[in-house]
């Protein structure tokens, strides 16, 4: 795939400018963390020892598993239904499978002015084995067309979930890419990110979310061809 000139410099920039992204210093929210799988599981916990209120939402919120997630986040942490965490919260992890995001999202209820953080990688598998688009445009941009006054964050899409509890696992600092149309909620999703030990490059507005969500496809589609590698985002040191 070729990308336009003005996406290259748009990567090339905030590469540079990383080290002044504008992050505010991170504020006590409560996130609902829709979903209790690896993603959420990894995330919560993060989250939480942040400050944050992490509820988990499940459709099946009183598993074991569910109470056993509870107590390793601390911090006060629930788990009810889904549409019920998202109601309560300021932002919403949407760390569900993607192909669940579309009936997911339609029954959380209204999701306006509230952060959602997308963290999912759409994507089929082919005949051949090979990962392919899914959507036509990205989980994000559909995301965002569902729920037009929610303020929509690409992020975390980019690492697996050892990454997230342990950047340091990875053999150097990490940099999370973000996409997004609303720049406060860029720099306070950025603010908790960097809260994790991790870094932070701004790639521009959500249009640009279908290019972040190939690089999973370039992960998946080496490792079905027998060449497996490190599958993170990272800064070159100056």
Not at 70 to 94: E, F, H, M, S, W
Not at 140 to 167: H, Y
């Amino acid at each position: 795939m070729l990308f336009p000139r003005s996406f290259l410099a748009l990567i090339i920039g905030s590469l540079v400018a990383m080290g002044s992204f504008g992050m505010a210093p991170v504020v006590a929210e409560t996130v609902a963390m829709i979903g209790t799988g690896e993603v959420a599981s990894a995330l919560g916990p993060e989250f939480a020892a942040l400050g944050h209120r992490i509820i988990y939402g499940s459709r099946n919120p009183d598993r074991p598993a569910v109470r056993e997630l509870l107590l390793r986040t601390g911090k006060d942490a629930l788990a009810t239904g889904q549409a019920a965490a998202a109601a309560q919260a300021d932002i919403v992890v949407l760390a569900v499978p993607w192909s669940a995001v579309q009936e997911v999202l339609s029954n959380l209820g209204d999701l306006s002015d509230k952060i959602v953080i997308d963290p999912t990688n759409p994507r089929v598998i082919s005949n051949d084995g090979l990962r392919d688009y899914a959507v036509a445009s990205s989980n994000a941009e559909m995301i965002q067309a569902m729920a037009p006054e929610a303020k929509v964050v690409k992020a975390f899409n980019t690492m697996g979930w050892e990454t997230m509890v342990d950047p340091a696992s990875s053999g150097g600092p990490i940099t999370v890419p973000l996409v997004g149309n609303d720049q406060g909620a860029k720099d306070t999703v950025a603010a908790i990110i960097e809260g994790m030990g991790l870094e932070v490059v701004d790639l521009g507005p959500i249009r640009y979310a279908h290019v972040v969500e190939g690089l999973y496809l370039i992960w998946g589609n080496a490792r079905a061809l027998g060449t497996p590698f490190q599958y993170h985002f990272r800064k070159i040191s100056n």
